[in-house]
């Protein structure tokens, strides 16, 4: 049985790149529940994390599917405890122009990156504000800030996650709640994955962007922060 005792981490989207790094590295000190639409790869982070002596869950959901998110959390609810930390990794991008773009994909970008982080932040939010702490980090992209013109779909919905995270943080912040919003300006190194020319001093590391996470939720709460970018060293500014 799962260690009662641990505080609960919910990990939304874990992959290989930065869903697997924000796991790993939080189930050093929570009990992690770890989401995807599909079981395999969580199935193998999350044996990895109870072989080095930790707890991990995996929670099987589509998670821009409010009926099966909200099923998510019932489990995580009942197996693990209520969760003190949600990390919003979830993220859903089909690029093209406004002719390229069907309205289901549009759709399908904003259930994902928009959507889903409204109804994750429902069901975590109430446990927060009565206990009178929590944590809840989004994470965003540069077409949150500045769309490009294939961005038609990606951009506005990682804009709405942004304007989530801004209310959740006006509202909930006087509660002891800590919320941010992180905007990943650069392509993720991921094992086996070629992203053009770019060798990895040229992408951002996972493991390092999940310290500056590890970083974010542990701030003393008279100097939150409420959105940062991380961007790898080498680029032009």
């Not at 193998?44 to 821009?64: H, Q, W």
């Amino acid at each position: 049985m799962p260690d009662k005792k641990l505080p609960v981490a919910v990990v939304t989207g874990v992959g290989p790149g930065l869903g697997a790094a924000l796991a790993r590295r939080f189930a050093k000190e929570y009990a992690v529940a770890l989401n995807a639409r599909k079981p395999d790869f969580i199935a193998s982070v999350a044996k990895e994390i109870r072989a080095a002596g930790g707890t991990a869950l995996e929670t099987i959901a589509d998670i821009g599917d409010p009926a099966q998110t909200s099923a998510m959390f019932k489990k995580i609810h009942d197996q693990l405890g209520c969760p003190e930390v949600l990390l919003y990794n979830a993220g859903s991008g089909i690029f093209g122009t406004v002719a390229d773009i069907t309205p289901a994909q549009y759709e399908s970008d904003w259930r994902v990156n928009a959507l889903g982080a409204f109804v994750c932040a429902k069901e975590v939010a109430p446990h927060m504000v009565k206990h009178g702490h929590g944590v809840m980090l989004f994470t965003g992209a540069t077409a949150g800030v500045k769309a490009g013109p294939k961005s038609v779909s990606f951009g506005p919905a990682k804009f709405a996650m942004r304007g989530l995270a801004q209310s959740l943080a006006r509202d909930l912040g006087p509660k002891g709640i800590h919320v941010a919003w992180v905007n990943v300006d650069g392509s993720i190194e991921i094992p086996g994955r070629k992203v053009g020319n770019y060798t990895s001093e040229d992408m951002l590391s996972p493991d390092a962007i999940a310290e500056t996470y590890w970083h974010l939720a542990h701030q003393h709460r008279s100097a939150w922060t409420m959105e940062l970018e991380v961007r790898p060293f080498k680029e032009k500014f």
